[in-house]
């Protein structure tokens, strides 16, 4: 049973188009996260979700847009892709917000050509 | 806004040796401060939560600690092990600010 599942794991596509990751949690956890890493491995928050609202908005162009149709699951669209969008995202949720350990996806890598 | 260090950057050490990987933070209002594991290619393996107001939590050959006037935290890992290598993490929240890294091989 895989507790954070992202789905795709891989994604290649040409800049300009639309594409969307999405993620789901089977844990009953109540806050939803999306982080980009970088080639140097740095990984940075770019949105939370808590029970479907948003409360975590860094600063991301507005090309990315999360959508939480419920409280298991956190989808990132990206619209007109970019090569600087490639990196690797992942979805993470823990329960009750800060204070509580977070559970990891195993990453979408996206590749923009 | 939170900045979160770690060091070394890389670690390379012979099987069998204990070691300390250092985490350091800027602002101590943090809820809890977690450390993970991150194999190649693959997510992130949560390996330590650590209240913040605790001082310390260990599982098996793992020991991490927390100091959080200081702005520290420390994983100790007895006894290496060749599988224990992989890059190790910290966060700390609020909004789990992510440090930078630590790349471990431990050589057999």
């Known amino acids: 049973d895989t507790a954070v599942s992202q789905t795709p794991k891989y994604l290649v596509t040409q800049m300009g188009n639309d594409k969307s990751i999405k993620c789901e949690q089977n844990l009953g956890h109540d806050t939803m996260y999306w982080y980009k890493q970088d080639s140097k491995k740095f990984l940075k928050i770019m949105f939370s979700?808590?029970?479907?609202?948003?409360?975590i908005n860094e600063t991301v162009p507005n090309r990315f847009s999360p959508k939480s149709p419920d409280k298991a699951h956190l989808n990132l669209h990206i619209n007109s892709l970019e090569l600087g969008d490639s990196a690797v995202y992942f979805c993470?949720?823990?329960?009750?917000?800060?204070?509580?350990?977070?559970?990891f996806g195993q990453g979408t890598r996206l590749t923009v050509v | 806004k939170q900045e979160v260090t770690q060091i070394p950057a890389a670690l390379s050490v012979p099987e069998g040796e204990n070691l300390v990987l250092n985490c350091s933070f800027t602002?101590?209002?943090?809820?809890?401060l977690q450390w993970f594991r991150q194999d190649p290619g693959k997510g992130l393996t949560s390996l330590l939560l650590?209240?913040?107001?605790?001082r310390e939590q260990t599982s098996g050959r793992l020991n991490a600690s927390l100091d959080k006037s200081s702005g520290r935290s420390t994983l100790y890992i007895a006894a290496s092990q060749p599988g224990d290598s992989a890059t190790y993490l910290c966060a700390v929240t609020n909004q789990f600010y992510f440090g930078t890294g630590t790349s471990l091989t431990v050589i057999p």
């Open positions: 650590i209240q913040s107001s605790q």
């Open positions: 602002d101590s209002a943090i809820y809890n």
């Open positions: 993470a949720s823990n329960k009750g917000g800060a204070g509580t350990e977070a559970f």
């Open positions: 979700y808590n029970n479907k609202e948003l409360i």
